[in-house]
Structures are given as structure tokens and as C-alpha cells.
């Protein structure tokens, strides 16, 4: 059984740098094909993709976030990171991360539970 | 970038009734399309992938199609657990959600 789990801070200042763990259980990151990605939702607005890192840590990126986003695995924890600089308000959301299968095309399946993160000061 | 619609942005239906979803991606994306079912405060679930394969475990009465620009989401007779928000999302280009569609008892 895959699962996801995300940690982090729940509440992050402006200009401040989040970063977020998805810890993850049921597959491993080694796997060809395998990916973990990030994908963030506004409260009562829709899902937005974040960023993306493969098995052989290629890594994509949203083009409209790209200069502010940092994906890292590490393989030996079943962890991936996420880090997003210079925190806005607009940037208040619940951020999923999810598992990209090795037959997965680009569809994410299944995804953690999710993490609030709320950006004031 | 890759941008999708969704048609309508919400729905009144019964169950029993059968409700389709519409998807039209900006550009071809082959049928690179995956729906997702999202229900208040869970994180969003896989139904369909590749326009028209529908993911193990996931109901009969779920089915996708579509190529190219336009895609369908059809539930064939709405259960009470299918009142939820349905995305669509494309993986030809990055990955790009559309803007859902809640559907809500009538």
C-alpha cells in the first residue's frame, strides 16, 4: 500500500522560505520511472502542479513558479523535498504531494493527505 | 503553457441522473488527460487516466473518452457519494489542472 504524507510549518511569514517534507511509505524512489510531485490548492480554488522530480532525479518545474521552487529527494529516507522562497499571502494553500507510478504517464496516484499552509504576519 | 476549461463550473443533478463533464485543453494534447474526483477537505482521487482508461477500484459507472482538444468525464447514473468536484488534468505538456467542475445535489 503507497502512502504520503506531508510536514511542514503551518503558518510562514512573507519573504520567509517554506519547505516542505513528503514522507512516504509503499514504493521507493530508486524505481525506475517512479516520481513524487507537488500540487497546491487555494482554499476554495483549484489544484495547481508545483514541481515534479523522477526516480533519476530529473527534476520539472512549474514554468510560472520555476524561480522560486526547489525539489530534492532523498532516496535512503522516502522523503522529498519542496521549498518555495519569498512567501506570499497569494501563496496560502493546501499542498499535496503525490506518487507519479512507473506506468504513469504524468497522472498522480494516490496523493497525501495534504498540509494548510497559511502565509501572514 | 497548456491551459484547460472545464464546462460547467457546477451542476444541480439527482441521483440516478447521468452527468457529463466537459474538458477542452488550449492546444492538442493527444490523449494525455487524467480526471480526478475531489470531495470537501480530502485530497483529490484518480478516476480516469489516458482519456479513457478508468483506474482498479474505481466504479463501472465512471467513464472517460476524448482525444486531441476535447475530452468527456460521464458518470452513467450519479450515486450519492459521486456529489463532489471533478478536475481534469493534462500531462502532455508540464501538467496543468482545469478549474473543476463541483457537481451538487439538486
Known amino acids: 500500500q503507497i502512502t504520503l504524507k506531508e510536514s511542514g510549518p503551518t503558518l510562514v511569514k512573507p519573504t520567509q522560505t517554506l519547505t516542505l517534507t513528503c514522507t512516504f511509505s509503499?514504493?521507493?524512489?530508486?524505481?525506475?520511472?517512479?516520481?513524487v510531485g507537488w500540487i497546491r490548492q487555494p482554499p476554495g480554488k483549484a489544484l495547481e502542479w508545483l514541481a515534479l522530480?523522477?526516480?533519476?532525479?530529473?527534476?520539472r518545474y512549474s514554468p510560472s513558479l520555476k524561480s522560486r521552487l526547489t525539489i530534492t529527494k532523498d532516496t535512503s529516507k522516502n522523503q522529498v523535498v519542496l521549498t518555495m522562497t519569498n512567501m506570499d499571502p497569494v501563496d496560502t494553500a493546501t499542498y499535496y504531494c503525490?506518487?507519479?507510478?512507473?506506468?504513469?504517464?504524468?497522472?498522480?496516484?494516490?496523493w497525501g493527505q495534504g498540509t494548510l499552509v497559511t502565509v501572514s504576519s | 503553457a497548456i491551459q484547460l476549461t472545464q464546462s460547467p463550473s457546477s451542476l444541480s443533478a439527482s441521483v440516478g441522473d447521468r452527468v457529463t463533464i466537459t474538458c477542452r485543453a488550449s492546444?492538442?494534447?493527444?490523449?494525455?488527460l487524467a480526471w480526478y474526483q475531489q470531495k470537501p477537505g480530502k485530497a483529490p482521487k484518480l478516476l480516469i487516466y489516458?482519456?479513457?482508461s478508468l483506474e482498479s477500484g474505481v466504479p463501472s459507472r465512471f467513464s472517460g473518452s476524448g482525444s486531441g482538444t476535447d475530452f468527456t468525464l460521464t458518470i452513467s447514473s450519479l450515486q450519492p457519494e459521486d456529489f463532489a468536484t471533478y478536475y481534469c488534468?493534462?500531462?502532455?505538456?508540464?501538467?496543468?489542472f482545469g478549474p473543476g467542475t463541483k457537481v451538487d445535489i439538486k
Open positions: 503525490a506518487h507519479r507510478g512507473y506506468s504513469s504517464l504524468g497522472w498522480f496516484d494516490p
Open positions: 509503499g514504493f521507493s524512489l530508486s524505481t525506475s520511472g517512479v516520481g
Open positions: 522530480i523522477y526516480w533519476d532525479d530529473d527534476k
Open positions: 492546444q492538442g494534447i493527444s490523449s494525455a
Open positions: 489516458d482519456a479513457s
Open positions: 488534468q493534462q500531462f502532455n505538456n508540464y501538467l496543468t
